[in-house]
């Protein structure tokens, strides 16, 4: 496992951008795969976006194609996700995941064993 610590989140009116970071500990970061998910007041965690250790594809839930960007200093251990074009329903705490299990799907929860305290972001109309 893996420590993560998120930051970046705040408020920010729709249109809008923000980056957040995750920044990792253990010296293996490059091989982890990551994730980020959100969640909102009163609903499920969900999938944002991924990242594959080593090869570095990534993955977009189909709500954030176009307008979020997914990716990774391995240099500096640190994750992160460029939210443009932001929307009031992206409203929810972000959350960073890690798992350094091959070849699963990296677009659910139970895939992923270190999970970050997640970082509130807010989109005003």
């Known amino acids: 496992q893996v420590q ?17 970071s995750c920044a990792a500990s253990g010296r293996t970061f490059s091989s982890f795969s990551m994730g ?3 969640q909102a007041p009163g ?8 990242i594959r250790g080593l090869v570095g594809n990534t993955y977009y839930a189909d709500s954030v ?11 500096k251990r640190t994750l992160y996700l ?3 074009s932001l929307k009031p329903e992206d409203t929810a705490v972000y959350y960073c995941a890690a798992t ?21 972001v807010t989109v005003s109309s």
Not at 101 to 119: A, E, F, M, P
Request: hydrophobic share 35%; aromatic share 10%; charged share 25%.
């Open 82 to 84: 460029q939210m443009n």
């Open 43 to 50: 609903k499920e965690r969900e999938f944002v976006a991924a």
């Open 4 to 20: 993560l610590v998120e930051s970046g989140g705040g408020l920010v009116q729709a249109g809008g951008s923000l980056r957040l």
């Open 100 to 120: 350094n299990v091959r070849n699963v799907r990296l677009d659910t929860v139970r895939q992923y064993d270190s999970w970050g305290q997640g970082t509130q």
């Open 65 to 75: 194609v176009g307008r979020f960007t997914i990716s990774r200093d391995n240099a």
């Open 36 to 38: 980020w998910f959100r």
